[in-house]
């Protein structure tokens, strides 16, 4: 037995053995319990699904339906059942989070597992969304919008007309597939100069206001800022120095960039003090980030030690 297999056999051992401990707790492990709420609504028609009443709505009683609402509750609340499905998703959310944290010991097939799992359900989950959205929605519906009342979509408007302009936009998505067929392959640098073309023409002039003339004019700002109370009109000390370092600190970032000129003298003086607003910068915005991963760690950590565990009394 090499060293590798010694490490995970000492880890799963170890594991089962307080997995079997905890489960012979009270509260167990991943146990989850819920609560049957009867709920009465009235069903849309269009749509087939059961819309929730509302004080003063009016009903018509061959449409009100009765169904039950399971809610989350604690193992020894008042008519709480055990919940054999959300158990076992929580068992395996669980076993998937472990298997993305063995990457820590190293690459394994347990994080490969969870990693393909990850990048499956992903790429099954936007196609479904996109034939929906796309094809149906935005497709179907408006070339041929009685299939698509008929077989997908009731709800679709009965006085809908055909708009046979999507036909456009469906030759060019259908080019795109022809990036597999080396012989006519150019055919697919259509739609791609198509939207990239018009994705840059729509988005110039937002990221222009966005990234420049608001920037620009976010930095014009007044040196001394005067405020107006009761006692009359007095110096706001505070707004004034903020002005003067976002100014100032602008300038010297931006003189940092200024290659036309020797940093010597003043205006190296200006860039070296534009170096350290640029390390500022770099430094909160990388803590920010970090930060934001932090969160994300303590919120699987929670997730492992209260609600599968049971370690943790929130």
């Known amino acids: 037995m090499n060293r590798e297999t010694t490490i995970w056999t000492i880890l799963f051992v170890c594991g089962a053995g307080f997995l ?17 709420v009867e709920v009465t609504g009235q069903l849309d028609p269009a749509s087939g699904q059961m819309i929730p ?32 499905s959300r158990t076992v998703g929580i068992w395996v959310a669980a076993l998937l989070t472990l298997c993305v944290f063995s990457y820590l010991y190293r690459d394994n097939v ?47 408007p009965v006085d809908a007309k055909a708009d046979y302009l999507y036909v456009v936009p469906v030759i060019l998505g259908g080019l795109v597939f022809c990036r597999l067929i080396p012989k006519i392959a150019w055919l697919g640098r259509w739609p791609l100069a198509f939207v990239v073309g018009t994705t840059a023409g729509l988005k110039l002039i937002l990221f222009l206001n966005a990234d420049f003339i608001q920037q620009v004019r976010s930095t014009i700002l007044p040196f001394v800022v005067y405020a107006v109370d009761e ?8 707004q004034s120095i903020q002005n003067m370092v976002l100014v100032v600190s602008v300038i ?37 980030t970090v930060m934001g ?22």
Request: net charge positive.
């Open 110 to 156: 347990f994080y490969k597992l969870a990693e393909s799992i990850v990048v499956g359900v992903s790429a099954g989950y936007w196609i479904v969304l996109y034939f929906w959205q796309v094809m149906i929605a935005k497709v179907l519906v408006k070339l041929a919008p009685d299939v698509a009342r008929y077989a997908f979509l009731p709800d679709t």
């Open 231 to 238: 006692s009359g009109v007095r110096l706001n000390w505070k």
């Open 20 to 36: 079997a401990f905890q489960a012979a707790q009270p509260r167990g492990v991943g146990q989850q319990f819920v609560v049957p």
């Open 53 to 84: 009443l509302v004080d003063g709505q009016p009903t018509d009683p061959a449409l009100i339906r009765k169904a039950v609402r399971y809610d989350k509750a604690a193992q020894g609340d008042a008519n709480a059942v055990w919940s054999a």
């Open 252 to 288: 010297s970032s931006v003189t940092y960039f200024y290659f036309s000129v020797e940093h010597k003298g003043v205006i190296g003086r200006i860039s070296r003090f534009g170096v350290w607003v640029l390390m500022i910068s770099f430094g909160a915005s990388f803590a920010l």
């Open 293 to 314: 991963r932090i969160t994300l760690l303590t919120m699987r950590l929670q997730f492992l030690f209260d609600e599968w565990l049971g370690l943790v009394r929130m």
